[in-house]
Antibody
Framework: QLVLQESGPGLVKPSETLSLKCSVS????????WSWIRQAPGKGPEWVGY???????????QLNSILGGRGSITMDMSRGQFSLQLLSVTAADAALYYC??????????????WGQGIWVTVAS | QMTQSPSTVSASVGDRVTITCRAS??????LSWYQRSPGKAPRLLIS???NLQSGVPSRFSGSGFGTEFTLTISDLQPEDFATYFC?????????FGGGTMVDIK
């Protein structure tokens, strides 16, 4: 059974860098698209970005333009992990962050498995 | 843009609940529905607008195509009091509805 687990600091200071990791276990890390999603209090979920481990698209990443170029996603195939880095965070980045897997080998597919999420607070 | 309504619905066990998601442009049938309960990972209920996922009770159903979609929960059970949201995966970047909280009347 596929399990995704987010990890990282729950508190980040304004203007610093947020780094989160998603560890994948129980199924193959290869052959999928993996996304980060966040949900700020009182708002709907928001897609943050994805990384691909699917065939010829392996290593491809895409970030939501609302991040203004501050985000990046990396992956470690040997460890079955992918990570999100968000530079120069502000209070607007405070949210519950989830990692999730796309059901098929494309980012144009539902998210069939999610982690439980990790709260990130931005405060000095 | 996905507009989901209502934002909250109060219901009783045994009730029928309908939640709607409207897309600002056609997303064909690339619409999925999720359930989020406190302390749990979100759960995929329905994919491709109407495909019930394995293990999801048959009281959940989805319908729609293009720009208007509905999630119906018939015979609401205690474990169904949760937040539900939709996701369109047709247009990049993927976008979510704002969510609907189903609470106890």
């Amino acid at each position: 059974q596929l399990v995704l687990q987010e990890s990282g600091p729950g508190l980040v200071k304004p203007s610093e860098t947020l780094s989160l990791k998603c560890s994948v276990s129980g199924d193959s890390f290869n052959g999928h698209f993996w996304s980060w999603i966040r949900q700020a209090p009182g708002k709907g979920p928001e897609w943050v970005g994805y990384v691909s481990t699917a065939g010829g698209a392996t290593g491809r990443t895409q970030l939501n333009s609302i991040l203004g170029g501050r985000g990046s996603i990396t992956m470690d195939m040997s460890r079955g992990q992918f990570s999100l880095q968000l530079l120069s965070v502000t209070a607007a980045d405070a949210a519950l962050y989830y990692c999730a897997r796309h059901a098929a080998g494309t980012n144009h597919s539902p998210l069939d498995t999610w982690g439980q999420g990790i709260w990130v607070t931005v405060a000095s | 843009q996905m507009t989901q309504s209502p934002s909250t619905v109060s219901a009783s066990v045994g009730d029928r609940v309908t939640i709607t998601c409207r897309a600002s442009q056609s997303v064909a049938h690339s619409l999925s529905w999720y359930q989020r309960s406190p302390g749990k990972a979100p759960r995929l209920l329905i994919s491709q607008a109407s495909n019930l996922q394995s293990g999801v009770p048959s009281r959940f159903s989805g319908s729609g195509f293009g720009t208007e979609f509905t999630l119906t929960i018939s015979d609401l059970q205690p474990e169904d009091f949760a937040t539900y949201f939709c996701l369109q995966s047709y247009i990049f970047s993927i976008t979510f509805g704002g969510g609907t909280m189903v609470d106890i009347k």
